[in-house]
């Protein structure tokens, strides 16, 4: 019998949470705190304490798709954020396998998973998942290899976001079980 394939979103800072309590350093535990921030507020989906987080012009970068992408400067990273949290896309699930900080910066690389409706899919132009027909009343799992460099100010704000995908974004999917 296979694994069952599961996706919780609030498990992405667990891994921060283990680093933190491990870290002696005061500088790197803020940094780190602060990426936890980040995240609990992204998936959370509270925009106001997301955007307290960031710098006052942060600017982001987006590696590993046909051309690099991201918004910069406030207005624009604001704007990223809204729509993706109005679209539901704020819900996806970080599992860090490595963890490195310093006092300019956090690194975390692991693996980015995605709750996607079957009717996304299929728009996307996926016919197909594991052999069998996308169902368009499931839902799906979308894994990707994800690393991001989180540089920091002196105050310890985030200035952005520099992420590389290791994996297309769509290219490892799997029907979850609760449709």
Do not use: N
Not at 38 to 50: K, Q, Y
Not at 54 to 81: I, M, N
């Amino acid at each position: 019998m296979s694994e069952e394939v599961t996706f919780d979103p609030d498990r992405s800072w667990a891994s921060l949470e283990e680093r933190i309590g491990r870290e002696s350093d005061p500088r790197c535990r803020q940094l780190l705190e602060q990426v936890r921030d980040h995240l609990r507020t992204e998936i959370g989906g509270d925009l106001p304490a997301l955007m307290a987080t960031l710098v006052d012009e942060p600017g982001y970068h987006l590696w590993g798709l046909p051309v690099e992408a991201g918004p910069k400067g406030r207005a624009a990273v604001e704007e990223f954020y809204s729509q993706m949290i109005a679209s539901g896309g704020h819900r996806f699930e970080l599992d860090f396998r490595r963890i490195v900080v310093d006092h300019d910066a956090v690194v975390t690389e692991g693996v980015m998973y995605q709750r996607l409706p079957g009717s996304a899919l299929t728009v996307s132009g996926i016919a197909e998942v594991d052999g069998e027909p996308v169902d368009p009343d499931a839902s799906y799992r979308a894994e990707t290899q994800i690393l991001t460099v989180w540089p920091m100010s002196a105050e310890g704000r985030i200035e952005g976001e520099d992420i590389y995908l290791g994996s297309p974004p769509l290219g490892k999917l799997t029907k979850l079980g609760d449709a």
